[in-house]
């Protein structure tokens, strides 16, 4: 099991308040923002990006990369990589 | 004649709906008293979670109500429904969580500064209920029938056919929240000052 993924999953459900989802919930590739998936909206996405600076020192300026990183935790995962080997 | 259709009092270890417990808190349970009670009741509606305190006492006395008079919501266009909540402490507790967010040199909370306003409640149940009508929120001294009254005048002269009325005093220290549907009935508690400060302290029957 991919342990970034693991602690992201970890990370969105303490920062987001998503008290009725598990871990075991959230699919790697299950779309964050959309209704099918995860369902997150505006503020959440605030949260998120306070989220990369809190647990991977990661700070996210572009509104546009934000919106490809934020699309799954596959996303994220791969986005937090590319950031950290930069 | 205006009427008291419906009425919830939740409190720190109790919660009643129109004079009876439909919930007492469980003391060391894991859960907030407020969480309690949403699971108790088996709502779906995952953003309780992302609500402050004061929302949440919204949200569940809302609810409760609407369960005690089924079809409410049926019964009115989507904007004769009014809102008039008020409290005495604002959205303090929430300002002080949000303070403290990024005082210790961390990034302020965006979901915490959402909640930095006492009204944010009254968007949450129109949200849920699309009740688009009329809605304030006074900060006030204390409860005071009174003002409920003469609002709700205003309110029911002017095209709206229902109000659901709140007092929302929930600090970390307290629990102090009063719901209640006022509508046009033949019969029933009359909507007057007298009866409102009588329902508001309502104690549970043993």
């Known amino acids: ?86 | 004649m205006k009427v008291i259709t419906a009425y919830c009092n939740l409190r720190a270890d109790e919660c009643l709906v129109n004079g009876k417990v439909v919930a007492r808190r469980e003391v060391g349970s894991e859960d907030s008293w407020f969480k309690q009670i949403y699971k108790q009741q088996a709502w779906v509606y995952p953003k309780f979670y992302k609500m402050d305190m004061l929302s949440q006492a919204g949200y569940l006395a809302s609810e409760l109500i609407k369960r005690a008079n089924p079809g409410i919501s049926e019964a009115y266009s989507d904007d004769e429904i009014a809102l008039v909540f008020a409290n005495a402490s604002s959205s303090a507790d929430t300002d002080r969580r949000f303070i403290q967010s990024y005082e210790g040199g961390g990034s302020p909370s965006p979901s915490l500064f959402v909640y930095t306003l006492p009204n944010i409640v009254l968007g949450e149940i129109a949200i849920l209920n699309k009740w688009y009508g009329e809605n304030m929120f006074a900060v006030l001294p204390k409860f005071v029938p009174g003002f409920y009254l003469d609002y709700s005048r205003i309110l029911l002269a002017s095209g709206s056919r229902a109000l659901l009325g709140g007092w929302l005093e929930v600090t970390a220290g307290s629990t102090d929240v009063f719901l209640f549907m006022v509508e046009e009935k033949e019969s029933g508690t009359e909507f007057n000052e007298e009866n409102l400060l009588h329902l508001s302290q309502t104690v549970a029957a043993y």
Do not use: W
């Open chain 1, 1 to 86: 099991m991919d342990s970034l993924k693991e602690d992201l999953k970890k990370q969105i459900i303490e920062q987001l308040n998503l008290e009725d989802l598990t871990v075991a919930d959230i699919a790697d590739d299950a779309l964050l923002f959309n209704d099918q998936g995860l369902g997150l909206d505006s503020i959440d996405a605030l949260e998120l990006i306070v989220l990369l600076e809190k647990y991977h020192g990661i700070q996210l300026t572009n509104p546009e990369e934000g919106k490809e990183a934020f699309k799954s935790v596959d996303t994220m995962a791969a986005y937090i990589r590319k950031r950290k080997a930069a």
